[in-house]
């Protein structure tokens, strides 16, 4: 035991982590059980409704106040605190990567569980949900409301959607704390923005022989292509620009009258971000004879950073110091994104250990679920204490991008 781990942490009334930490480890399988029937409920991004339903029950099952399932399929139940707000909030995604009719099952072996979408991100899922009945039988209560929410679309085009609109229905949200499966000991403060795109090209067309010297979208968008290719980035701030599909033509004869490709840019500062989407921008709208361009815009994610020696962070960085786990900080595109981008502190946080994450056999690592779970508790509890004493500020400076 190091010298951390005898300290308390504020919320939890003067009671060592361990203590706390004894009570948690009775939940650990009843959150891996309902992780695992989470997860049997398809919910690929836009398609979360039956997902949505089945946490709304769950949360009154559980006795939260206030359940509503939003016009997304947001589910939102409320653990009262003390005070009602500034409230925390605690976020984890429904969606998963997995298309409608990839097979569901779980299979639980060698102190592992294996299963698509099993740990992003049914079990964070499945720990916000268990949050109530620990807290009941620790006989703890937050210092402020608790909000938990089961939200939609955190993956691929999503875009983050939910989160979205959750902060703008609970404007009271004074902290937010996003829950993912993976990634034990990883402190998410820094929101990685990112901006994607849709490029289509157009031509005449024609003949590849008969026609040849008239334009070809191909040509055009592969030149196009390059020339974003070219660009040189920033490092610092890390900064980066990749075309991930490109699609076009009709035949090996004939001159492509349409091609297209999908494009993402991503900074960690929104300047930068900013400033690539321009020089983009300028490349897309060059003019090209006899070949028309149209851009859509298929997503948007505004980036952000909560100071390192800010409470929040400091809180989630102490709080696995006292349970021996180092913490690693990291940036990355969560739905801790949007609170942070509107100066709301938020991290995002991890409950076990795993591997193959966004795909068909991702599994989760059990044993360390315990300790997971007694993050979120210890950290939800220091937060609500922090929120309540006014220590928690605003992120402040961020400007207001989504
Ligand atoms: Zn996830």
Redesign the pocket.
């Known amino acids: 035991m190091t010298a951390h781990q005898n300290k308390s942490l504020p919320g939890i009334g003067g009671r060592s982590f361990a203590a706390v930490r004894e009570v948690v480890a009775t939940f650990q399988r009843p959150v891996v059980d309902l992780a695992c029937q989470i997860s049997s409920i398809p919910a690929p991004t836009n398609h979360e409704r039956e997902r949505s339903r089945v946490v709304a029950e769950e949360m009154r099952a559980r006795g939260l106040a206030d359940v509503v399932i939003d016009d997304l399929g947001d589910v939102v139940g409320r653990i009262p605190g003390k005070k009602r707000s500034p409230s925390l909030l605690l976020a984890a995604?429904l969606d998963t990567v997995f298309p409608a009719g990839t097979s569901l099952d779980v299979v639980r072996s060698n102190g592992r569980v294996t299963g698509p979408g099993i740990g992003?991100?049914s079990l964070?899922v499945a720990s916000v949900l268990m949050l109530p009945c620990v807290l009941d039988e620790l006989d703890l209560g937050p210092n402020v409301d608790v909000l938990l929410t089961g939200n939609v679309g955190?993956?691929g085009l999503g875009n983050l959607r939910g989160i979205r609109s959750v902060m703008d229905l609970f404007p009271e949200i004074g902290a937010v704390i996003a829950v993912?499966?993976h990634n034990l000991g990883r402190v998410t403060h820094v929101a990685v923005g990112s901006r994607r795109l849709r490029v289509r090209v157009s031509g005449p067309g024609g003949h590849s022989w008969g026609d040849y010297g008239k334009a070809s979208a191909i040509h055009a968008a592969a030149e196009i292509v390059t020339e974003l290719a070219r660009l040189t980035l920033p490092t610092t701030p890390k900064t980066t620009l990749n075309v991930g599909m490109f699609t076009g033509g009709i035949s090996v004869n004939t001159i492509a009258p349409e091609a297209s490709f999908v494009l993402d840019h991503r900074s960690v500062d929104d300047v930068a971000l900013r400033r690539l989407s321009e020089r983009v921008d300028a490349i897309l709208r060059m003019p090209r004879p006899n070949i028309s361009t149209s851009v859509e815009v298929l997503g948007v994610r505004p980036a952000g950073v909560v100071s390192p020696a800010s409470r929040i962070v400091r809180l989630a960085i102490e709080t696995l110091e006292a349970m021996g786990i180092s913490p690693t900080g990291d940036a990355s595109s969560?739905d801790a994104n949007i609170p942070i981008s509107r100066g709301i502190p938020a991290v995002c946080i991890g409950l076990t250990t795993g591997g193959n994450v966004h795909r068909e056999d991702e599994f989760i690592d059990v044993a360390p679920v315990v300790n997971g779970l007694t993050q979120l508790v210890l950290l939800s509890l220091a937060v609500t204490d922090e929120l309540g004493a006014g220590s928690i500020a605003p992120i402040g400076a961020k400007k207001r991008v989504s």
């Open positions: 995604h992003d991100n964070g955190e993956e993912e499966g969560t």
